[in-house]
C-alpha cells in the first residue's frame, strides 16, 4: 500500500478475518466497536486481544445500533475507527451509515457477510451486493465499497479503506464472505506509514479556531439540494480510485464478470477452459462502488459475451448492463446460497456461453 | 439569579426558537453557564439529539455533533473513547432518551462511560406534535393518547433518574426543575456538579430536568409552571438519587 517505506514482516498463514483485524491495526486504527455475529467473530476476537496493547480500545457494544453510532462519534473527532458485522447487523447499521455519508464523516464498516433475508444462514452469499452498493440506508448517497477476494487482499484492501475513507470524508465498506473470512494462506505484513490527511474539521474543542459542527440536516432554503449535489459530485470523484483485476482481455471471446470468493473460482476455471483452447476474460471489480464500468464498456466493444456469476439470484448483473455496449450479450449465472461455486462448475457454464 | 439572564460566553447570538414559556431556553443557558463556570468551552463537545433542541449546533459556541435520532449516548461513547481529555455532552429529549434511545443510555450508563447527559423531559413528544412518550403522565392526554394514557394499554412514566441510579456505573443521577427559584439553583448545581463528575474522572452523570412544553400541554406559559409543580413533580421527585463520592475504580 501506498509510497511510504515498507517493511516486510514476513510469510505467515493467516486466517482471511485477522488479516483484516491487522490491515486496520497498521492503517493506525485504534478504535473497533462491534457486536458479536457469525462469520465475523475472528475481528473482534482478534481485535480485543491486540488493542488494548497498542494503547487503543476495544468496545463491545450493546448492539449494530450503538456499534455504528460508536463509530461516527469516534469518527467526528477525526480518530479512525472501525466496526465489522455481518447480514443483521449491518442492516441494523444502516441509519448510522447514511448519518455518517450526510455528515461527511470517514469510518469504516466490514460486512463478512452471511446469507439473508431474515436470520438466513451462515453459508457464503453475495446477497448483500445491493446493500452495501445503494447506499443501504435513507437518502441520496453512496458508500465506497471494496470486495476483498483473498487474505492479502483482506488486508492491503484495510489499510486502503482507511484512506480512502479520509480522502472522501465518506464510510467505505468492505464486503467480504465467510470463505475469504475464514480462509487461510501466506500473508505479507507490511508497516506502512500511516499517513492521514489534516482533519480541520473535527471535534477536538474550539480551542483557538472557531467552532466546528458535523451535521445532517439542512433546512434552509436550498441548502440539501446544494448540499446532495455536493456530495454527488464527490461520488463521481471517487471513480478515479476503481480499483478491479482484469485477465486475458485481449483476446477473450468471452468476459467473465465476478466479484470476491466467486472471482477466484472463476480465475481458476478460466485457467481450465483456456487451456482447452476457449479464450475467456476475467474482470473482478475490487471497489463495486465505484463499479469499474470504464472497463466493462471498453472491453464490451470488443467483446460480445459477458457472463456474470454471483452467489446470489442477480444482482451486480443490473450494473454490468449498465455498463456495456449497445449489443453486447450479458449472461447470468447466479446461485443462492447453501453451497459453493466449484472451478469446474463454472468452467461448464463457461462453455456453455461461448457456443 | 441574575447571571442566568445575562448570555453566557458558550452560547452564541442566535435568538432562540423556542415557543414562549418553553424551558429548552433555560436548560440551554444553564448549561452554558455551567461550561463557562467550569472554564471548559475550549475543550468540550457537545452531542445534539433529535426534538426540538437539535438546533444546540446553532446555540452553543462549541464544537457539536449531531446524533441520530436516541443514539446520543453511543455517539458520545464515541467520542469520548477517542478523545479522553474532552469534556462530552449530550442533550437529549425524553423520546429521544428514554424511548428510541434507552439501550443506549443504559448501556452507556452500565460502561460508566465518563460523559455527562442533560434529559429534558417534557412529557411529550415536542418536535413531532405533542405525541405521548414513555414519560407521559398517566391520564395525561397526547395527540397519540387522546383519552389519556392508560397504564393497561400504554404501561406507566418511566422514572429515568431513579432507574440509571441503580446502575453501578453511575457516579452522579440527580433530577431538577425549573419551576421556583430554588428549584433553579438546585438545577444549575446538579447540572455543575454532574459535569464535575466528569472532569473528575467520576464516571456517567446525568441530571434529568423537568421541562415546560406549553405549545402541546395546551395551556399557558404561567399555567404550564404550575403543571411541573402540582403534576410532574408529585410523580417525578426532584432530587440527587446517586453521588458517587470516589471514583468506582478505586
Ligand atoms: C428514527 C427516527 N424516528 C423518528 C423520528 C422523528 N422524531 C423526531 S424528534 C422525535 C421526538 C422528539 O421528542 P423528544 O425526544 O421528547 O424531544 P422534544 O422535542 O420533546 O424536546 C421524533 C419521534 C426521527 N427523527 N428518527
Ligand atoms: S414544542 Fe414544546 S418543547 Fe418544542 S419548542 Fe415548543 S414548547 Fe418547547
Ligand atoms: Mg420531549
Redesign the interface.
Known sequence: MGKGRIEEKGLDLVKGNEALAMGAIDAGCR?Y?GYPITPQNDIPEYLSKHLPLLGG?F?Q???E???I?????????G?R?MTSSSGPGISLMQ??IS?MAG?ELPGVIVNISRSGPGLGGIAPSQGDYFQATRGGGHGDYRVLVLAPSSVQEMYDLTIKAFELADKYRNPVMILGDAIVGQMKEPLVRRTPEVREPPKEWA??????RE???????YLGEGELTQHVWKLHQKYERMKEDVLYEAINLQDARLVVVAFGSVGRVARTAIEMVQKEGYPTGLIRPITLFPFPEEVIWETSKRVRDFLVIELNTGQMVEDVKLSVAEGTRVHFYGKPPGSMLTPEEVAEVILSNMK | MKKVFKRPESLTEKPFHFCPGCHHGIAHRMVAEAIDHLGI?????G??SVGCS?FL?DY?????????HG?AA??????????RD?VVFTYQGDGDLASIGI??VV?AAN?GENITIIFVNNSVYGMTGGQMAPTTLLGQKTTTSPYGRDFTQDGYPIRMAEMLATLEGVSFSARVAFNSPKNLLQAQKAIRKAFEMQLNRMGFSIVEILSACPTNWGLSPLEAKKRIEEEMIPYYPLGVFKEREIPDYL
Open positions: 478504535l466497536f480500545e468496545i457494544a450493546e448492539s445500533i450503538a456499534s453510532n460508536m463509530v461516527l462519534g469516534a469518527a467526528a473527532t480518530t475507527a441509519e448510522g448519518y455528515s471535534l477536538r474543542g474550539a480551542k483557538g467552532k466546528n459542527v458535523l451535521k445532517s440536516l | 468551552k475550549e475543550r468540550i463537545i452531542v445534539a437539535v449546533y452553543f459556541d462549541v464544537d457539536v455533533i449531531e446524533a441520530p443514539r453511543a455517539v458520545a461513547t464515541g467520542v469520548k473513547r477517542a478523545r474532552n439501550a443506549e448501556h460502561r
